[in-house]
């Protein structure tokens, strides 16, 4: 008995150890798994990190994710994941996540920044400005963010509360220059004219040596019809900064406005004969006077001004330009094109410089060799310019140096990307390629202007003329001058080219009809009046062609042939 009940007690002790040993692995063996959980998330956080600062997203989402399978309560991990979807878009997903870190760890700022962010996103600025309420109340060291909560409101036009943000930043950081500014546009936007003007005075009174404080609130003044009001502290500034330019032109548009001439141009004087006033600012303000054009007293204001402007500033190739432009404005073309050559000594580079010089002296000034000297010029620094080599091109044709011009027209046509330029290249490089003997290019050129242009007078004319000239295709030249009548039934020159077109194709009674109604009209060319006669005399009236020749003789644009005429009597063509 003794025997059976000793091996009772062994067994019963064996069992209560392997009972308690088996308690304990159990528990050692949990305790193991959680630290591999936890090793798991950190080491796919850890690399996710690493993904997401090499901007590969994709690979960063997915360990973020595998991270939060190992430890779904790591708040680090959904603020990740909320930032990654924030920058694909996809914001409802990224939103779970930021509250999901913000309720994990309500004490990181950078949590509360990303939801703002998705809210934000999600035009839900309301939601975002709560978001900046909660992280400026609870967290520390976070009141700089009043700023982005005040840009919120302000978005929303939500503007008192907008205006209790920057009252806080007051309140935090003292007066703020910027802060007021902000202030006063929201009290403008609100018609709040007293507010605005009570927060321009606070700063002056706290900051009495910045000028632009001044300035800002006359310009607020002045904007709202309160001119009067702005005067004191202008003039104030001005003695104590009397070398203060916007002050001057503050008061000058004063004066202007109150109808005060005298007083605003002494201010508008004293401003402009000030170097510190930036040029930029002084060309602008006289461009716009320019527009005002034309006005005599207008004009004398900015004859004063762009003086002034040269005198203070001599070195500058805008001074120039810009007193080129006024003259150019008031028809002293001469003095307009001087101010654009002295411009280019101190600037070379300005192409439109260059355009509006050569255009006053081809079409105004009619200066074709200054032309051919400046294009040339000009070609050299703008070599792909199609309008400096039409420029070229036809003050060569003016001088009859044919080859250049049609080198020259052929480049600007072949450069030009504008129909009319084109149009005008093609009536330059008819006459040019006629001057040249040329007569299928010339040809060619006039007709690619009647197929842009079917009732071109010039070529119409010309191209008519020529014909007749070389006796070549006249049917075809009646025809255009016939058109040409048809739209100008009373113009001289063009009823002697119709004329002399019928003469070529023997038709001279009609040919005589056209040259005398040509003469009617005022037509007093020698080349009319010669014409006339070479009629007569086929017609037979030998006399009567005689006389009309000696008349010729003294006028001008007679033929060479005009003194063997009358001598002889005879017809020599």
């Known amino acids: 008995m003794k025997t059976i009940y000793l091996l009772r007690s062994i067994w019963l002790g064996c069992a209560l150890l392997l009972i308690a040993t088996s308690s304990t692995l159990a528990q050692k063996n949990k305790a193991s798994r959680e630290e591999r959980k936890v090793r798991e998330a950190t ?18 989402l997915a360990l973020f994710e595998k991270s939060l399978e190992s430890d779904p309560d790591n708040a680090a991990a959904h603020y990740k994941i909320a930032s990654i979807l924030s920058r694909q878009g996809i914001l409802d997903d990224a939103l779970s996540h930021a509250n999901q ?27 975002a400005a709560q978001v900046y309420e909660t992280l400026i109340d609870r967290l520390d060291k976070t009141d700089d963010y009043l700023f982005d909560l005040a840009a919120l409101y302000l978005y929303q036009q939500n503007f008192d509360q907008s205006i209790e943000a920057y009252n806080r930043i007051e309140q935090k950081y003292g007066l703020l220059p910027e802060v007021v500014v902000a202030k006063q546009r929201i009290y403008l936007q609100q018609n709040k004219l007293d507010k605005a003007i009570e927060e321009g005075e606070r700063l002056i009174e706290a900051m009495p040596g910045e000028s632009d404080y001044v300035i800002a609130l006359a310009e607020i003044f ?32 004063i004066y202007q406005n109150q109808g005060n001439d005298a007083e605003a141009e002494k201010h508008m004087g004293a401003a402009f004969t000030n170097p510190n006033l930036n040029l930029k600012l002084k060309l602008e ?34 001074a120039y330009i810009l ?41 105004t000034l009619q200066e074709t ?28 044709a003016a001088l009859q140096n044919f080859d250049e011009a049609a080198y020259s027209l052929d480049q600007a046509r072949r450069l030009s990307n504008n129909r009319e330029l084109t149009l005008y290249c093609n009536i330059y490089l008819g006459d040019v ?27 119409l004319n010309n191209y008519s003329y020529f014909l007749a000239l070389r006796q070549e295709k006249l049917p075809y030249a009646k025809q255009l001058s016939t058109r040409l ?59 009567e062609a005689v006389q009309q020749w000696m008349k010729a003789k003294g006028m001008d644009d007679a033929s060479e042939l005009i003194d063997k005429k009358i001598a002889d009597r005879k017809l020599y063509e």
């Open 485 to 543: 009548l048809e739209l100008n039934p009373n113009n001289a020159n063009y009823l002697d080219t119709h004329g002399w077109v019928l003469y070529m194709l023997g038709e001279y009674k009609q040919a005589r009809k056209y040259i005398e109604r040509a003469l009617e009209q005022g037509a007093s060319s020698g080349e009319v009046v010669e014409h006339y006669g070479d009629i007569l005399f086929k017609l037979g009236e030998v006399d």
């Open 43 to 60: 080491y796919y956080f850890t690399e996710g990190v690493k993904y997401d600062i090499l901007e590969d997203y994709e690979k960063a």
């Open 433 to 459: 390629y006629n001057g040249l003997e040329q007569y299928e290019k010339s040809e060619e050129a006039y007709e690619a202007v009647l197929k842009a242009d079917p009732s071109n007078d010039y070529v």
């Open 222 to 253: 002045i904007s709202n019809g309160k001119d009067q009001e702005a005067i004191p502290y202008l003039e104030e500034l001005l003695e104590m900064a009397p070398d203060n330019p916007e002050a001057e032109l503050l008061l000058a548009k």
């Open 101 to 127: 870190a913000i309720e994990l760890n309500p004490d990181n700022k950078y949590y509360y920044l990303t939801k703002a962010e998705i809210l934000t996103q999600q035009s839900n600025f309301e939601g």
């Open 285 to 318: 303000l006289v461009a716009k006077y320019i527009q005002e054009l034309p006005d005599p007293e207008t004009e004398q204001l900015l004859t004063t001004l762009t003086d002034n402007i040269l005198e203070s500033h001599p070195d500058e190739a805008e």
């Open 369 to 396: 060799d200054s032309v051919v000297k400046h294009s040339e010029q000009a070609l050299e620094l703008f070599p792909n310019q199609a309008i400096v080599y039409f420029y070229n091109g036809a003050a060569h």
């Open 323 to 363: 007193k080129g432009d006024f003259m150019n404005a008031i028809d002293s073309a001469r003095q307009a094109r001087n101010y654009y050559l002295q411009s280019l000594n101190y600037d070379e580079t300005n192409f439109d410089v260059w355009q509006n010089m050569l255009t006053i002296e081809f079409q």
